[in-house]
């Protein structure tokens, strides 16, 4: 994910009390893909967590219900499937 890109979903994040991480800790909620993946350390460490990984259009949904949605309907299943990467 370009540095740009990154700064303006933590901008959004934060801006809904949320938390914005660069990497995988304890404190993440769940790991945001999107694209085609280039970041497979950081989704095997997500997965040894037991971390949802889910598609970008959780975190576009969210922003514009104003809420945390449920991860179901936004997991990604397939390794292959993601590209760029937030963490929340």
């Known amino acids: 994910m370009s540095n740009i890109l990154q700064a303006e979903w933590k ?4 801006g809904i009390c949320g938390m914005f991480h660069a990497k995988v800790n304890k404190d993440t909620k769940c790991l945001v893909v999107g694209g085609s ?3 497979e350390a950081e989704v ?3 997965r040894r967590m037991k971390i ?3 598609r970008e259009d959780y975190l576009i949904d969210g922003l514009a219900r104003k809420k945390r949605l449920p991860f179901d309907m936004y997991k990604v299943e397939m390794i292959g499937e993601a590209s760029s990467m937030v963490t929340i």
């Open 44 to 46: 095997r460490k997500a």
């Open 11 to 14: 901008c959004k994040i934060d």
């Open 37 to 39: 993946l280039n970041y």
């Open 52 to 54: 949802p990984i889910v």
